[in-house]
């Protein structure tokens, strides 16, 4: 099965429904293809459909604790990097204890399959922390809510998002 891009907006099936909520109200053009749900790791998708990891952006949901309350946050990286969580991450958002969101977690509040998470669609409030090189990219690779299949779309419109902030997240 090779790549099949089209307009996300032309096959609303291959998305996660808070995904297709947040695909109907943007302006720039997100594009949609199926995959092999089995192949959605980033490693093996950028393997098998000849993906270049450097263009390809993974969505880290993190939960940050302070006095007992505890924040969400999506985290958007390329894949050629690592996300300095308990540096840049934990520190921006305040947190005095940081870690990786539970797949339980992550999947009931987002309403997306865990490998499949995506910055858009996510619950209202959640910050979306853009590493400054996914923002540059003329167009990433990035999860739909669900593992059959993959979104295309310009880093500037992550950058966009409502809660979006660009900042310097690798380390």
């Known amino acids: 099965m090779d790549l099949r891009w089209m307009p996300a907006l032309d096959r609303m099936d291959l998305?996660?429904?808070?995904?297709?909520?947040?695909?109907?109200?943007?302006?720039?053009?997100?594009?949609?293809?199926?995959?092999?749900?089995?192949?959605?790791?980033?490693?093996?998708?950028?393997?098998?459909?000849?993906?270049?990891?450097?263009?390809?952006?993974?969505?880290?949901?993190?939960a940050g604790r302070r006095g007992g309350e505890v924040r969400y946050a999506a985290c958007m990286v390329l894949a050629t990097t690592?996300?300095?969580?308990?540096?840049?991450?934990?520190?921006?958002?305040?947190?005095?204890?940081?870690?990786?969101?539970?797949?339980?977690?992550?999947?009931?509040?987002t309403g997306m399959e865990y490998g499949g998470i995506t910055p858009l669609g996510l619950p209202e409030g959640w910050p979306i922390l853009v590493d400054s090189r996914v923002a540059a990219h003329p167009e990433v690779v990035i999860g739909s809510g669900v593992r059959r299949s993959k979104l295309a779309l310009p880093g500037a419109a992550l950058a966009g998002l409502k809660t979006a902030e660009v900042l310097d997240l690798a380390n």
Do not use: Q, W
Request: with cysteine; hydrophobic share 50%.
């Open 15 to 62: 998305l996660a429904e808070p995904v297709a909520r947040a695909v109907r109200e943007m302006k720039e053009e997100v594009r949609v293809a199926e995959i092999d749900a089995e192949l959605a790791d980033t490693a093996a998708f950028c393997d098998r459909y000849g993906v270049a990891m450097d263009a390809s952006a993974n969505c880290v949901v993190v």
């Open 82 to 109: 690592r996300a300095d969580v308990n540096g840049v991450i934990r520190r921006h958002l305040d947190a005095r204890k940081i870690s990786f969101a539970s797949m339980d977690d992550a999947v009931s509040l």
